[in-house]
């Protein structure tokens, strides 16, 4: 038993957290891996994780009937175990939750392996897909770049490694449309001797921080000026500074009125007579300017519709007089009737009424 302890207190265990920078979060496998198997075989830990190297026996046969506690199982089990500890503590939450149950190093590593590096079909597909249809959107080159470079090396982990040409061409596919001049002159410059990755992403970020530099020097502190005129929408349309109508008088005495011009020049700084007649507003006219809801084509009134109005039932409302196309409109259907089928109209009231026949109406 003593000789079992001596030989398990043999192995230093070693600390590796400056070591190990990376977490397992699914998406970073191979740089993963990249990190722990140096240490694993400096340390001679390979075999346990692999597997190559079997658990020895736990009891050893010392005498007739007698068994003892191996040393070499307890040695083993102590690396075991101390890697086991390594791989739990540089996996990710979500990653973790995947090898609950397993109590060997080499289970997890199995494990992790048949999920990030499977070879199946599936996942390889899955693999080019993402990097086929990769969008830059809002990152940064930078950013981009490494996202491009993931793929790739979840697909060479998979032991599906694709050639830089292909990988440049899916970048340039992806990149924002403030590339496309950079995409133009690299195709150009390609057609003949093509361009390794290293080069192509030093040139990208290099055209990324020119164009980063020019929108920096564009002014934006720019005085913006806006003019505003309100006007209501029946205000009287004459120029204002024509002047009020001419009032002038005829030899017979008659008063006539003389509309200026459309094409008179307006006079500078006029300014208008006292007996200029001022603006009143109607009750159409008080409804905003910016309003692009139409009156009432029954009142006139805004604000709402025919349907709506209330003399929509009220056949004696009469808004305003027809105009004398619509009077000559009326007299000319009307006189389309018979004698038998004179039209018949409700005394509304009205002073005014429209008939095709002199007979219908009382001249006395």
Known sequence: ?????????????PNISPLISI?????????????????????????IVDGSELCPSKHTIVAKNTQSLNPAFVLWTKKDQLVLSWLIATLNSNVLSTVYGLNTSCQVWTSLAARYASQSKSRITHLKRQLQTMRQDSSSCTDYLQMAKSWADQLAAVGKPIEEDDLISFILSGLNPSFNVFITTFNHTTREAPLCHANFESELLNHEALLANQTSNIPTNSTTFALYSH???????????????????????????????????????????????????TQASL??????????????????????????????????????????????????????????????????????????????
């Open 231 to 281: 006007k209501h929408p029946n205000q009287d349309r004459r120029s204002r500074f024509s002047g009020p109508p001419k009032h002038t008088s005829s030899n017979n005495g008659a008063h006539k009125y003389h509309s200026p011009s459309k094409h008179s020049s307006p006079a500078p700084h006029q300014k208008p007579p006292a007996s200029f007649p001022k603006y009143k507003p």
């Open 1 to 13: 038993m003593a000789n079992s302890t001596s030989s398990a207190n043999t192995f230093q265990i």
């Open 23 to 47: 977490k397992l979060d699914g998406t970073n496998y191979l740089q993963w891996t990249s990190q722990f198997l140096p240490i694993l075989r400096s340390y001679e830990l390979l075999g």
């Open 287 to 364: 409804v905003p300017f910016n309003s692009t809801r139409p009156p009432c084509q029954i009142c006139g009134k805004p604000n709402h519709q025919a349907l709506d109005c209330y003399h929509r039932m009220d056949y004696s409302y009469q808004g305003r007089h027809p105009p004398s196309q619509l009077a000559a409109m009326v007299a000319h259907t009307n006189s389309q009737f018979g004698e038998e089928e004179k039209p018949w109209y409700a005394d509304s009231g009205a002073n005014h009424h429209i008939t095709a026949d002199l007979e219908n109406l009382n001249l006395s």
